[in-house]
């Protein structure tokens, strides 16, 4: 009884096997199909497209080693659609720390919303000693760039020595220190100074900051309306006279506030030239594309 047992069991064991690995063969054959299919969407920049394909694969193996890759790569074609708040959710929302590579691209999506504090600490927390050599100067013009948007330059030149240790690259450090040192020399004007000026003398503080035909606007509205006020009062026209004060004073404060707001416009406009120029020369950009290659899709 037991012996018969035995020989059914190896029967089907040898009548099933052929139809295991055809079916096995023919899943590797699906799935080497569809990476060719999501290679294609991708070319054609249909990242939402690319997205749905993927989860598709992702269903030919569900327990594959690969899912890791896959996920990584939805995020990219999130973020290449300009979903930052779906990446955002999508990385956070995970177990665990997300590795280097996904802490950099949550990093670049919280500074295209415009959170540079957060994009600053998502990009801090990616080490130096976790990237292979290659890798950790992009790490650092990553840090530089969310250090840069936050306007925190002294930060930035203490997290470049900090680097130097790490970082092979020693020229393109060394070039980068300079660049950023140069924040000292940048021409800013001082608010204070300018809402003064145009304390004593209106418009002089729009003058100042660069603002020559505003400068000019502002002193003409306020001369004319104090010389109406005066020559109404002089006319014995009272009533209409204080109007005109009235008038000149609210013009007056304006452009006080003017003065203000034209310094702060002034040094926005230089930080923002600072940063462009540091870019340019030192911070290569982003390419999220460029992540994936390496990734199960295009193996």
């Known amino acids: 009884m037991r012996a018969g047992l ?5 029967a089907f064991f ?6 295991s690995s055809l079916a096995s063969a023919e899943t590797g054959g699906l799935a080497v199909r569809q990476k060719r299919f999501i290679r294609d969407l991708f070319s054609q920049k249909r990242y939402f497209d690319v997205i749905s394909e993927t989860r598709r694969l992702m269903a030919l193996d569900p327990a594959g080693d690969d899912r890791k890759d896959y996920s990584f790569f939805i995020d990219v074609n999130y973020f290449l659609g300009r979903q930052y708040r779906t990446v955002v959710t999508n990385i956070t929302s995970r177990p665990g720390p997300p590795d280097c590579r996904t802490g950099i691209l949550l990093s670049q999506s919280y500074l295209m919303l415009g959170m540079n504090g957060r994009s600053l600490e998502a990009a801090l927390r990616v080490r130096y000693d976790a990237v292979e050599g290659p890798g950790r100067y992009p790490l650092l013009a990553r840090r530089a760039e969310a250090y840069l948007e936050c306007g925190r330059y002294r930060e930035l030149l203490d997290e470049i020595r ?17 660049e950023v040192e140069r924040f000292r020399h940048v021409p800013l004007k001082s608010v204070p100074l300018a809402v003064a000026l145009s304390v004593f003398f209106p418009g002089a503080g729009q003058m100042y900051a660069g603002k020559w035909v505003h400068g000019v606007v502002s002193f003409i509205g306020v001369a004319s309306l104090a010389g109406g006020a005066c020559l109404l009062h002089r006319q014995g026209n009272r009533h209409l006279s204080y109007a005109f004060m009235a008038f ?4 007056y404060l304006g452009t006080i506030y003017g003065a203000y707001n034209a310094a702060q416009t002034t040094n926005e406009d230089l930080h923002r030239t600072f940063r462009d120029g540091i870019k340019k020369k030192c911070i290569p950009a982003y390419d999220p594309a460029g992540e994936v290659r390496d990734t199960g899709v295009f193996r």
């Open 6 to 10: 035995t020989w059914c069991v190896l």
């Open 14 to 19: 040898l009548f099933a096997a052929p139809f």
């Open 162 to 178: 900090a680097a130097g240790r790490y970082v092979p690259d020693r020229a393109r450090v060394a070039l980068l220190r300079e």
């Open 248 to 251: 000149t004073s609210v013009f």
